[in-house]
């Protein structure tokens, strides 16, 4: 996606990245997990800020919290790139994303929706629903249909 993007700080796995979120707020520190699902042929992508915690005096990703440091599509488009190269790494893996609440997860469907040409040269894009027995289940990706979230897999090239 040619949009600006923060530089990504990755570990040896490619599976944590982090980030700072520069703008009228001050910086933030932002964290991306990779997480292998019950599968570990899907991994869960979970975004948020780097929050210390003080009872358990450990650092936590909080993906609730709104930092409203107005620079959205900036950090969006740094998410998309972890994708890029998460799936660069581990091409045979799925990457599952939603939003922690439905307005978040409508964001990123529109957020596909505007990139879905770019998007689609290099990934399957699939939207996730839940079946009659409460079971996640992928489906082709629809612009005008609701998820309760979303699988990419990169294509083999």
Wanted: hydrophobic share 40%.
């Amino acid at each position: 996606m040619n949009y600006q993007k923060y530089d990504l700080y990755k570990n040896s796995n490619t599976t944590i990245f982090e980030f700072k979120s520069i703008s009228r707020n001050g910086e933030i520190k932002k964290v991306i997990l990779f997480k292998a699902l019950q599968s570990e042929q899907i991994y869960n992508l979970a975004f948020g800020d780097l929050i210390y915690n003080e009872t358990e005096q450990k650092y936590l990703l909080d993906d609730s919290v709104i930092t409203n440091n107005g620079d959205r599509n900036v950090i969006l488009a740094t998410v998309a790139q972890s994708i890029y190269i998460f799936t660069e790494k581990y091409p045979e893996k799925m990457v599952f994303f939603k939003g922690s609440t439905l307005g978040r997860t409508r964001l990123y469907r529109r957020v596909i929706t505007i990139n879905l040409e770019e998007l689609s040269k290099t990934f399957l894009i699939f939207g996730a629903i839940k079946n009659e027995t409460g079971n996640v289940i992928n489906v082709p990706f629809k612009s005008n249909k609701d998820f309760f979230g979303f699988i990419l897999k990169r294509k083999e090239l």
